[in-house]
C-alpha cells in the first residue's frame, strides 16, 4: 500500500528544492491522503504550459486523435510522461522526478494480475485551480 509520511517528506525536501532553485521555479511540498507526495509549482522560467501542449498537439496528428490544447493557466503534470516535455522543461522534469522518489521508492506493480504496490504516489501540478501558474522571464 502506497504510504509516505511527513518524515519522509522532510527527507526528500532538500533534493526537490535543490531542483526548484537550479531552475528558478517557486513551488512547495506536501503530501495528499497519506499516499501521495505533491509539488505544487507555482511561477518560474520555464514554460510547462507551452511545452505540454507542443507534445500534446505532436502525439495527436501523430495519432490521428483531435488536439484539445491546454486552455488554461494549471494543470496535472503526468509523472510517468512529463520527462518526454522538450528542452529544459523535460531536464526539469526529469531531475525533480529523481530527487521525488529519493532512494526508497520502489514500484512492485504488476497490471497483468491487478497487483499495485508502490512506495507512494508522486503529483506535479503546475499552478493550481484557484492559482495559476506564473511565467516569467
Known amino acids: 500500500m502506497a504510504y509516505i509520511s511527513q518524515a519522509e517528506k522532510k527527507e526528500l ?14 513551488g512547495s511540498i506536501g503530501i495528499n491522503h497519506h499516499s501521495s507526495l505533491v509539488v505544487n509549482l507555482k511561477e518560474g522560467k520555464l514554460d510547462f504550459i507551452g511545452e505540454a501542449n507542443k507534445k500534446n498537439k505532436a502525439t495527436c496528428e501523430r495519432q490521428g486523435m483531435p488536439y484539445h490544447p491546454i486552455t488554461g493557466d494549471h494543470y496535472q503534470a503526468n509523472s510517468y510522461y512529463a520527462m518526454e516535455d522538450g528542452g529544459s522543461v523535460g531536464e526539469f522534469m526529469g531531475e525533480l522526478i529523481t530527487a521525488m ?21 508522486l503529483d506535479i501540478n503546475v499552478g493550481k485551480w484557484n492559482k495559476p501558474y506564473i511565467l516569467t522571464k
Do not use: E, N
Not at 101 to 121: E, L, N, Q, V
Open 13 to 26: 525536501a532538500p533534493g526537490i528544492k535543490a531542483v526548484l532553485k537550479k531552475y528558478g521555479v517557486k
Open 101 to 121: 522518489k529519493g532512494d526508497r521508492w520502489f514500484d512492485k506493480s504488476d497490471i497483468m494480475t491487478d497487483y499495485f504496490h508502490t512506495a507512494y504516489y
